[in-house]
């Protein structure tokens, strides 16, 4: 079956309705599941949704949330989320971030409380209308392994810088720092498909292309796979993510991360306050004229 965009756009924007969010809060996260989709990003676009509803009938997304900064200096804020939808908390805190970077150059918001946020772009793309480089992370649900170890300790902790150009599109790079998100291996399920070699291990530490491996105790391998291919910097990049989102944030990190599906229990003593993210934007005439720098990046694109 194959919809339009816009269909789709009004079906998930409904969902949210029904499900007591506010219409901004439903814009917000219909526009950042369907860019997914759009961008062949089938792991995060509307096949998320079912998730995002389960958990607030689970209690564990807060449809009625309000935001609240509880530390900040001119350029940095942690904001608390509230509990809310990451689609839309992670927005909000792009805007504040932009207009700290207006007012003294850069901006950076860290955010505790919130849940899963989609994909990064959206929120870090926000600054390209601004002239200014945007920066998103998130972490998330403990389904990594540490290079050269079995025991699932980070998550997929994905990354993203978006940056403007003239007449080029503009540079946005956004990926997991794990080998593969676990929504591949989910698309892989449904189609009853293997996955690719080096994207999982099975719970002995034994490379497999099980789309399943997860559900009996395997983990998702660090970018790289393995030694030879460097899972040490997948390892690295994921743990700078958790560090920046949850230890500096007060969310959970590493193990305490809570998981996207609302069937797992929630761990107690928790060390901190939901999933964490981490964004921020900085103005590129701080640095040199930004038409300047857009004439450049175009000369950088084309080679």
């Not at 998730?51 to 209690?59: E, N, Q, S, T, W």
């Not at 350029?75 to 207009?99: R, Y």
């Not at 901190?272 to 981490?278: A, N, Q, S, T, V």
Request: with cysteine; proline share 5%.
């Amino acid at each position: 079956m194959i919809i339009s965009h816009t269909s789709l756009f009004d079906f998930i924007y409904n969902i949210f309705l029904k499900n007591a969010f506010p219409k901004e809060v439903a814009h917000r996260a219909a526009e950042n599941l369907v860019k997914a989709d759009l961008r062949g990003i089938d792991s995060h676009g509307v096949a998320r949704l079912s998730g995002y509803i389960r958990l607030v009938k689970a209690g564990r997304i807060n449809h009625s949330a309000k935001p609240n900064i509880i530390h900040q200096s001119p350029s940095t804020a942690t904001l608390d989320a509230d509990g809310g939808l990451g689609l839309w908390t992670a927005h909000e805190a792009m805007k504040i971030a932009i207009e700290k970077a207006k007012n003294v150059g850069s901006g950076w918001v860290a955010v505790q409380n919130s849940s899963h946020f989609g994909i990064a772009a959206a929120h870090a793309e926000m600054a390209l209308e601004h002239d200014m480089i945007g920066l998103a992370m998130t972490n998330a649900s403990p389904l990594v392994a540490p290079a050269g170890s079995r025991q699932a300790y980070l998550g997929t902790n994905p990354i993203c810088v978006a940056i403007p150009a003239g007449e080029n599109a503009p540079f946005i790079m956004d990926l997991a720092t794990a080998a593969a998100a676990n929504g591949k291996l989910e698309i892989a399920q449904r189609k009853e498909k293997p996955i690719p070699a080096g994207w999982a291990q099975t719970a002995d530490g034994e490379e497999t292309t099980d789309a399943n491996a997860l559900k009996t105790g395997g983990t998702l391998l660090p970018l790289g796979s393995d030694a030879d291919h460097g899972y040490h910097k997948g390892y690295g990049l994921g743990s700078w993510v958790d560090i920046f989102t949850g230890v500096l944030s007060g969310a959970n990190f590493g193990q305490w991360v809570p998981p996207f599906v609302s069937f797992l229990d929630q761990q107690q003593d928790l060390p901190g306050k939901g999933i964490g993210h981490f964004v921020g934007c900085w103005r590129i005439d701080a640095f040199q004229p930004a038409q300047e720098f857009k004439n450049r990046m175009d000369k950088w694109i084309d080679g």
